[in-house]
């Protein structure tokens, strides 16, 4: 949030370049911006696919950070498993996990070589934790007695199983994660 108000005004989480900015602002030469927007995609890539699986809620601009150099990351953990927030009775979060035009801008728009490079790294770390999903699974199940009230019981896995898609193939669940990024894409809501 202090992004958007510093490189675009009260109105600067509406510009598709305030992220953008910022790192242009912070990588004066074409090689740190160059590395800073390769940090940008691959860090975005990670927070994308972790936050998925993992079901992290709660996620607006003051919880999610991005440095100088390009790396973006979730603070405030606080609700997670699909654990979602709601206010009035509606959804605070409406897609699977934030991935806005405005950071599809840092990496040269949609059918860009970066947004395919994003992409790639998405279907690649999400078919990655696939393979580990058994014992994702059950390093949360050791967690039960831990004390956290949104992991008290088995149940509380269900989100996570449905997340991991085990029983689809490599390909399948490329196509359900490529379907997830247009989706976030394409909403306005986090807007």
């Given at each position: 949030s202090?992004?958007h108000k510093?490189?675009?005004?009260?109105?600067?989480?509406?510009?598709?370049?305030?992220?953008?900015?910022?790192?242009?602002?912070?990588?004066?030469?074409?090689?740190e911006?160059e590395?800073?927007?390769?940090n940008?995609?691959r860090?975005?890539?990670?927070?994308c696919?972790?936050?998925?699986?993992?079901?992290?809620?709660?996620?607006h601009?003051?919880?999610?950070?991005v440095?100088?150099?390009g790396?973006?990351?979730?603070i405030?953990f606080?609700h997670?498993?699909?654990n979602?927030?709601?206010?009035f009775?509606?959804?605070?979060e409406?897609?699977?996990?934030v991935?806005?035009?405005?950071?599809?801008?840092?990496?040269?728009?949609?059918s860009?070589?970066d947004?395919?490079m994003?992409?790639?790294?998405?279907?690649?770390?999400?078919?990655?934790?696939r393979?580990?999903?058994?014992?994702l699974?059950?390093?949360f199940m050791?967690?039960?007695?831990?004390?956290?009230?949104?992991l008290?019981s088995?149940?509380d896995?269900?989100y996570?199983?449905?997340?991991?898609?085990?029983?689809f193939?490599?390909?399948?669940?490329c196509a359900k994660?490529?379907?997830?990024?247009?989706?976030?894409l394409?909403?306005?809501w986090?807007?």
């Open positions: 202090k992004i510093t490189y675009g005004g009260k109105f600067g989480a509406l510009k598709e370049s305030t992220i953008n900015d910022y790192l242009k602002a912070n990588n004066k030469n074409q090689s911006m590395q800073a927007i390769d940008f995609i860090s975005c890539a990670g927070y696919v972790a936050t998925y699986i993992l079901g992290i809620g709660d996620r601009s003051g919880n999610i950070m440095t100088d150099k790396n973006l990351f979730h405030d606080g997670f498993l699909g979602f927030k709601t206010k009775g509606i959804k605070r409406r897609t699977a996990f991935f806005t035009e405005e950071m599809a801008f840092v990496m040269g728009k949609k860009s070589k947004f395919l994003f992409e790639e790294y998405c279907v690649r770390g999400y078919n990655l934790v393979k580990n999903g058994h014992f699974i059950s390093i050791m967690m039960l007695s831990a004390g956290m009230p949104e008290s088995s149940s896995l269900e996570l199983v449905n997340q991991l898609a085990l029983d193939s490599e390909h399948e669940a994660f490529k379907k997830e990024i247009q989706e976030s394409n909403s306005n986090r807007r």
